[in-house]
């Protein structure tokens, strides 16, 4: 987080927050006005969220911005000294007070008395300088894009945590859960002004798919819900059997999650009446990654990992054979509509099958990761679960996200050495283009294909971007 530098006390005229029309008939007549004919062109920029039209003048290979207009859009006060041929910017934020001074006469920069690399450029009476330095001067967030050249100014700090888990919510907001070395909480941002508009000390967070509620389970094995408009907390009371893999139903009436100590059994919860309901129990271990095939009738997919064997020693106890030709991950399927009914296994093959993602047309995709060979890329699986045919979609591309927008459209992300990039999977079996980035993608989540927002960075030093249009905006630290 930038730091704000500590102002000192200004011995001068009180500060008015008159902003001045024009400096050009005020200034002395001694002013150092620049005899380089400048272009002046308007230009927008973000502030808040909001844009404001500034004064802009080509310098070199810079682009200077009308220290005027900026301040007027910051909010920061400015006063010009016709004694001290001098014009003063100023900012009191709690009891941090910024003072930038800009004498025309020796165009020399003060920060808080002290002389300050600041290059301004006197164009017509009118003081023009970097708007990044400026806005940092005084506090101001400037934030960092990819494929845009609009300048964002925040004027509220970036959070600065291990961001691991972004989500949406209702009205485009974002649920962002974020650690820090004291504490682990979720905080509801603005992705446009970049205001926290809330703090919720929860974590692990599953938002509904109206983006109106949110469930974790506590440490006691307990499913709570969350309103995100009130923050009211309600408790659903059961036993304390492990609970992993909640999803919410289309509906947001419902939820379907994994319990069991072997995970063996999928469950469903009817928040109207707080009923508590066993779909699926049979003795399948290591169920995970549920998805709703379909809720008229309710099917579900699922992966089912199989883990390696080993022999024991019955006199010494110690393990003396390790058997994993069977290891491996398949995806099932069951109707749980149908009171008879079993799991189906879809799948039958050693490699690993992440991001089960069932498609518009009722089609099961799912990556495909050789276990064997680890430079191996990955495969994009399509699979119809009438007649257990897979197809290869894709092959000899870095896949390594397979994801659905929040609106049913299907996303995959593909590696390339510049970075990431991420695509729409048509209907149609095509790739469409969505955006770029030279991050690495760790999770995506997006209402839609023009509205999504992703983490990257290591573990432990996960960080957020919103993604508007294509255009990128790194909104934590």
């Known amino acids: 987080m930038k730091k704000v530098i500590p102002a000192l006390v200004v011995a001068s005229t009180i500060i008015t927050s008159q902003v001045i029309p024009t400096l050009h008939d005020s200034v002395h007549a001694a002013s150092k006005v620049s005899s380089v004919n400048y272009v002046t062109a308007k230009k927008q920029i973000s502030v808040d969220g909001s844009l404001k039209n500034i004064a802009t003048i080509k310098h070199g290979s810079k682009e200077l911005y009308s ?105 485009g907001k974002l649920l962002v859960t974020g650690d820090t070395e004291d504490t682990l909480q979720s905080y509801i ?55 992993t893999g909640l999803i919410w139903s289309g509906d947001s009436k419902k939820l379907f999650f994994i319990e069991g100590d072997k995970n063996t059994t999928i469950s469903q919860l009817d928040l109207a009446s707080g009923e508590f309901k066993t779909l699926a129990a049979d003795k399948v271990e290591n169920k995970s990654d549920l998805v709703i095939a379909s809720e008229a009738p309710l099917k579900f997919v699922y992966s089912v990992t199989k883990t390696a064997t080993s022999t024991v020693d019955p006199e010494t106890g110690e393990t003396t054979v390790i058997d994993d030709s069977t290891a491996g991950q398949d995806l099932w399927s069951i109707d749980t509509s149908v009171a008879t009914a079993t799991a189906v296994q879809l799948t039958n093959t050693p490699d690993n099958k992440i991001y089960p993602t069932v498609l518009p047309s009722g089609f099961i995709s799912y990556l495909s990761q050789n276990t064997d060979d680890e430079n191996a890329l990955t495969k994009l699986l399509v699979q119809n679960p009438l007649n257990n045919q897979t197809m290869t979609l894709f092959n000899g591309k870095q896949f390594h996200i397979l994801t659905k927008t929040m609106d049913g459209k299907v996303l995959l992300v593909q590696s390339f050495a510049s970075g990431d990039q991420v695509f729409e999977l048509t209907e149609s079996g095509l790739l469409k283009p969505i955006f770029k980035t030279n991050k690495t993608i760790n999770s995506i989540t997006a209402t839609s294909t023009t509205k999504l927002a992703f983490t990257y960075g290591d573990d432990g030093e996960e960080k957020t971007a919103f993604v508007n249009n294509g255009k990128v905006l790194y909104i934590t630290k």
Do not use: C, R, W
């Open 189 to 243: 941002l603005n992705p446009i002004s970049m205001k926290i508009e809330k703090t919720l000390p929860y974590q692990d967070l599953i938002v509904s798919n109206n983006g109106n509620s949110a469930v974790f389970v506590d440490d006691e094995g307990i499913i709570n819900t969350i309103d995100l408009k009130t923050f009211k907390v309600t408790k659903f009371d059961k036993n304390v059997e492990p609970k």
């Open 67 to 171: 220290l005027k207009d900026l301040s007027t859009a910051l909010k920061i006060t400015s006063n010009l000294n016709k004694k001290t041929n001098s014009i003063e910017y100023k900012l009191v934020s709690g009891k941090t007070k910024t003072s930038l001074q800009f004498n025309f006469k020796s165009n020399s920069t003060l920060l808080n008395n002290k002389k300050f690399n600041l290059s301004i450029v006197n164009h017509k009476g009118v003081p023009f300088g970097d708007a990044k330095v400026f806005a940092s001067v005084f506090g101001k967030e400037v934030i960092k894009t990819e494929n845009s050249s609009m300048l964002y100014i925040s004027s509220t700090k970036l959070i600065q945590a291990d961001t691991y888990e972004t989500q949406f919510i209702a009205g």
